[in-house]
């Protein structure tokens, strides 16, 4: 199949790229596009399942896998080739995986954002897998004169059944590779129960042996013969522009080259550079001295007084104001104009920016020489990252070469390119030399595509028994459209349909309200996006109704989801539903349910605590996957806080790699309570406060639980499958403010923690 | 010209001397395992040894550099102690996007090699400046302790 795999090659980049500057950027836009389409096919590049594209064999046996899709740590690279050689029946010692370049009208969607790698790629490649496996079998059997149904492929062996007879995959792999495709309805895919390595949690990551002797290569980690090395000075308010740069003492540093200006950008901010100064050096040192030496006057523009403490009281103004109504049963403001004072319930919540502080920096290496450009990067979205550099320099696509390398963590940080974009501009000027463009820590987090920041009000009527019988959900929070439309405001579909609008609570009065309010900074998505916010809003709300009806929360949660059944999430007013159909992704309250269940029996749920410990419980429902925490906290009389122990509980429909699922629920756990504890970006003149791990504070070793138990539920073939890096990581802050409420009677509703216990 | 003794090998470098030694042993020397963080000896990513301590590599210029050993985690496959929690590494599968794994091992293997009984706390102790936004932290906890039982039952 080897000779098939580069002749194919060149039919790459056939489909269209124009307009794409919107549909690469969030699924969401994609689906405003067009929306008859859903789940992989609403993605640029949709799916591809030829086996020629993913699959080589040698003569000797030895099997290539193409991993399409780059590895920022949930071991994508590693499940998806897995899925592939499973169905082909390849004896997993004999592959090796091989990264593909950007290339998306080759290998289908390559952007590893929004917990859709397994999602979309499960069904096309088992579908490739299977595919090269039946053609192995006819090849086979064609050698040998018989019947295919009488051949069968085992362990990179194909075995005559009646008579016992054994050929290699690599004896008659050139003979497979000349045999028709089968047709779609003839492939033959594995039962479950057939499966060698799907969801058996045998399969080691691909790189684990490589990070573990520093030899594998991240984008930081590229060299080049020549390669120069250069840093930016940004501007640092959103949108301004230089005015004047005085050069003359950075030019003196010791290995400085060249200082380049770079123009700022128009419009709204997209994944365009921001514009500055760039330093050229002959090490990453000497290029960080130069630009200290800069002096600049900078016009800061019209974001220069934005100013968190300021903002935050806007958008409590917000909050406290109809806005736009999203989601109406019932009667919301009647029932509550006419509701007794006692039996209303009001909390607002404060969830500040956050930075998604990859421990890799963005970095981007690039090489312009005779009207090409050749890029080596981390970067979540490559075919993004190739399209931003050909329009950026001016140059059509085929022109422009992406090789992604791993990821040094992602998050959604990675899935825009802008920093890869300025590497070429940069490389564009120093013509025919590689430059590896570095973004020191304090570039990364002050010139971050932040998380957004929001005030979450919600107001109930509950009847005598302490049930709510109105719901009112209004949220004030800037826009991820303010990065593709200039002045972008509102809650957009996605943001809305992220456990905000698919509350699947059975209330009669329910509303969802979203504010339209000015974005001042670049509005990005982090890990799970807008659920943290609204996850946090309602799961700490409905526990605040539970203890206000004197119930036990668990209870009192499992009675407001009410009785296992699966909604059509269209009837709550989702029409979004993570670009998935509704039909075939319903939203079913009893996998819910089960996660609660599996949670609160980890954590010994209504068990006897000692004192001053607290259990508290959360569930969200996010990218297809259902999920539940349930944290263990201790507070001393001082106030001081211990996670003692969290539970993690998940379906996500079929578990393909059990054991890569249980590390993202972990790391969930500790992302979400980082957030929770210290996670804050404020702003003040304009400019992001902190710039380094001593003032944006993370989780550390110390305070990590000592004690994090996943448990994965259900693990059904039956449904599609959900998502999983992102979904571990909404219900986990709500659980940890509802353990410290249970722990200590205080209701804090402001992330994050801090010392709030100790005031 | 300055010498740097990486890995039992003597290597020059032309750089002043307050260049810190993660810059030259990456840009210069291309031991790229070694990673860049925060640049402020926060986060532990550049963590090397420096006369067997764990130092980083971030802040430390190789004027100072110069007169020590140092390891780098290219240098721990022919360390006894490395080669074990190297492999507790992997059997445990530690490393999500494993950008920061280097220099935790480094940290753990500073820390094995002066103590092969290590409790929870003095590994939190050891490890704290070494940070992970994978949240790899229980299994890096993991693989110290069983990482620890093979050296105890090696000694």
């Excluded at chain 1, 592959?95 to 929004?114: I, K, P, S």
């Excluded at chain 1, 986990?732 to 722990?743: S, Y």
């Excluded at chain 2, 031991?31 to 067997?52: E, N, P, R, Y």
Aim: proline content about 6%.
């Amino acid at each position: 199949m080897n000779e098939t795999l580069h002749t194919t090659r060149r039919t790459f980049l056939q489909g269209s790229l124009s307009g794409l500057l919107l549909s690469v950027g969030f699924n969401g836009l994609v689906r405003a596009e067009d929306a008859r389409k859903y789940g992989a096919d609403s993605m640029p590049g949709g799916t591809v399942d030829n086996p020629h594209v993913f699959i080589s064999i040698e003569p000797d046996g030895r099997t290539t896998i193409i991993a399409h899709r780059v590895e920022m740590g949930t071991g994508v690279r590693t499940s998806l080739p897995m899925v592939i050689a499973d169905e082909l029946e390849a004896d997993w010692a004999r592959v090796t995986v091989v990264q593909a370049d950007a290339n998306e009208a080759r290998y289908g969607n390559q952007n590893v954002d929004g917990s859709r790698s397994v999602r979309h790629f499960l069904l096309p490649m088992r579908r490739a897998g299977a595919a090269a496996r039946q053609m192995l079998e006819a090849a086979a059997a064609a050698r040998w004169g018989v019947p295919a149904s009488e051949v069968q492929a085992r362990q990179h062996t194909l075995l005559h059944v009646p008579t016992g007879r054994r050929l290699g995959f690599g004896d008659v792999a050139a003979d497979a590779a000349r045999l028709p495709l089968p047709a779609p309805d003839q492939l033959k895919l594995k039962d479950p129960s057939q499966f060698r390595y799907i969801g058996q949690g045998k399969v080691r990551a691909v790189d684990s042996e490589a990070i573990a002797h520093g030899q594998a290569q991240y984008g930081m980690d590229m060299r080049l013969p020549g390669m120069v090395y250069a840093v930016v000075a940004r501007p640092p308010v959103l949108g301004g522009k230089l005015r004047s740069v005085d050069s003359t003492e950075a030019l003196k540093v010791a290995g400085v080259l060249r200082v380049i200006e770079l123009p700022g950008f128009t419009g709204a901010p997209m994944f365009k550079p921001l514009g500055g100064v760039a330093v050229v050096a002959t090490n990453t040192w000497a290029a960080m001295q130069g630009r200290k030496a800069l002096k600049f006057t900078w016009d800061d523009g019209p974001h220069a007084t934005y100013n968190s403490a300021t903002y935050r009281a806007e958008l409590e103004a917000a909050a406290r104001r109809p806005a736009k109504v999203l989601r109406d049963q019932g009667d919301v403001m009647q029932t509550l104009a006419q509701a007794k004072p006692a039996d209303k319930i009001a909390a607002e919540y404060y969830l500040p920016h956050l930075a998604h502080a990859t421990m890799e920096p963005p970095v981007a290496t690039a090489l312009v020489k005779d009207g090409r450009c050749e890029i080596w990067t981390s970067v979540q979205n490559p075919q993004a990252a190739l399209d931003g550099v050909a329009a950026q320099l001016g140059l059509k696509p085929e022109a422009v070469q992406v090789h992604p390398l791993l990821i040094g963590g992602g998050f959604g940080r990675k899935s825009k390119p802008d920093y890869v974009t300025e590497a070429a501009l940069v490389a564009k000027q120093m013509e025919g030399t590689p430059v590896k463009l570095v973004w020191s820590r304090e570039d990364d987090l002050q010139h971050d595509y932040l998380h957004t920041v929001s005030v979450e009000r919600l107001e109930a009527v509950v009847n005598a028994q302490g049930r709510p019988t109105t719901w009112l959900h209004r949220t004030a929070a800037p826009s991820i459209l303010s990065l593709f439309v200039e002045g972008g405001k509102g809650q957009m579909d996605l943001e809305a349909g992220m456990t905000a609008i698919n509350v699947p609570y059975d209330i009669p009065n329910l509303r969802l309200e979203g504010a339209e309010v000015e974005a001042h900074a670049r509005i990005g998505w982090f890990r799970s996006v807008s659920n943290i916010p609204h996850a946090f809003a309602v799961q700490c709300f409905v526990a605040e109704l539970a203890h206000h009806a004197g119930r036990d929360h668990k209870q009192y949660l499992l009675d407001l989801i009410g009785p296992p059944r699966k909604l059509d999430p269209r009837t709550l007013a989702d029409n979004w539903n993570y670009s998935e159909s509704p039909e075939r992704y319903p939203i079913d309250t009893g996998r819910m349910r089960d996660v609660i269940e599996a949670a609160a029996k980890g954590a010994r749920w209504g068990r006897k605590l000692p004192k001053g410990h607290g259990l508290g419980l959360a569930v969200a429902y996010s990218f297809m996957s259902y999920t539940a925490t349930v944290v263990e906290v201790a507070v001393d009389a001082k106030g001081e806080l211990k996670v003692v122990a969290v539970d993690m509980a998940i379906d996500c429909g079929p578990q393909i790699n059990p054991e890569r699922i249980r590390a993202q629920m972990e790391g969930g756990a500790v992302m979400g309570l980082s957030l929770a504890l210290s996670g804050e970006i404020s702003f003040d003149q304009g400019r992001v406060v902190q710039s380094n791990f001593f003032d944006f504070t993370v989780l550390r070793h110390a305070e990590s639980p000592r004690t994090i138990r996943t448990h994965l539920v259900n693990n059904n073939h039956e449904v599609p499958p959900g998502g999983v890096g992102e979904p571990p990581v909404p219900p986990v802050a709500p659980a940890l403010f509802n353990a410290i409420f249970a722990a200590t009677g205080k209701r804090i509703r402001q992330l994050p923690l801090r010392d709030q216990l100790q005031a | 010209m300055t010498t740097l003794h990486i890995n039992g090998r003597p290597q020059q470098v032309s750089l002043p001397d307050e260049t810190p030694l993660l810059w030259a042993l990456r840009d210069e020397l291309g031991h790229t395992g070694t990673k860049f963080g925060c640049g402020m000896a926060l986060c532990g990513s550049c963590t090397v040894h420096i006369d067997g301590q764990p130092t980083r590599a971030c802040t430390l210029p190789i004027g100072t550099a110069k007169n020590h050993q140092i390891t780098t985690i290219e240098g721990m496959e022919n360390d006894r102690v490395g080669r074990v929690v190297q492999a507790a590494w992997t059997e445990l599968g530690v490393a999500q996007c494993g950008y920061c794994q280097a220099g935790q091992i480094m940290s753990a293997v500073a820390l094995l090699k002066q103590n092969t009984r290590p409790t929870d706390k003095q590994i939190d102790t050891a490890m704290n400046g070494n940070i992970c936004r994978c949240g790899t932290y229980p299994r890096i906890r993991a693989a110290i302790q069983l990482a620890a039982r093979r050296l105890q039952g090696a000694a």
